[in-house]
């Protein structure tokens, strides 16, 4: 504002001399010589100020480019604040449902692997078969955990996923059969018994040899 009104102040101190010329004796005016270099000068000066007048145009453009680049950068400083800050809380709560989830999937993998463990490691041939009723009912029971393990931790993962994230597929925990003993059916049980009394039939089967053997070898 300052400079607009010096600009202002020093142009009308140019167009005075303008005016003075325009003030000029009668006899001054019927000179041609004087008149060429009073238009002369009122050029040069119109020249001047049509300079100046371009000079103060070209600040003006200048001055208005900064002001609308600050304006864009208010607003652009402001709007991906505001952006980066919500998605920075969005991002944090994100990491921390992911860092649950991964550490139940991780407690499941673990008691998943300690029962198939378990399971793996049931022998029936291994059984003495005067502990079997024991051993049958020790086996029996880690099974019944296991599926009771494998029914709650899938409970627990379909729980906690959400419609955002990817479900983990695990398979369909088996209902509780009716009209069977523990869950298992007339077939499975048997082919349990055949596993547990084979070692018994090879037993007898050799054990009858050896009598035989030993009876023809006395006659």
């Not at 145009?57 to 800050?85: F, W």
Request: proline share 4%.
């Amino acid at each position: 504002m300052l400079a607009t009104r010096c600009n202002k102040f020093s142009m009308a101190e140019r167009i005075r001399p303008i005016e003075q010329m325009l003030e000029l004796s009668e006899e001054d005016a019927m000179s041609p010589e004087l008149l060429d270099s009073q238009v002369q000068k009122a050029q040069e000066q119109l020249l001047a100020l049509k300079r100046q007048q371009e000079q103060i145009e070209k600040q003006k453009r200048e001055l208005e480019e900064l002001s609308r680049r600050q304006e864009e950068l208010e607003r652009g400083r402001a709007e991906m604040t505001d952006k980066l800050s919500r998605s920075l809380v969005i991002l944090e709560r994100e990491a921390y449902d992911s860092q649950k989830k991964l550490e139940q999937i991780r407690a499941t993998h673990e008691s998943f692997t300690q029962h198939l463990q378990l399971l793996e490691a049931i022998d029936p041939k291994s059984w003495n078969p005067a502990e079997l009723p024991k051993e049958l009912s020790r086996a029996l029971s880690t099974v019944d955990d296991a599926r009771a393990e494998f029914s709650q931790q899938r409970s627990r993962l379909e729980a906690g996923a959400t419609s955002e994230s990817s479900d983990i597929n695990l398979p369909e925990a088996a209902p509780e059969m009716t009209g069977t003993l523990s869950g298992r059916t007339f077939a499975q049980w048997m082919q349990i018994g055949l596993a547990v009394t084979l070692p018994l039939i090879i037993f007898g089967f050799i054990a009858l040899l050896i009598f035989f053997w030993m009876a023809s070898k006395g006659q």
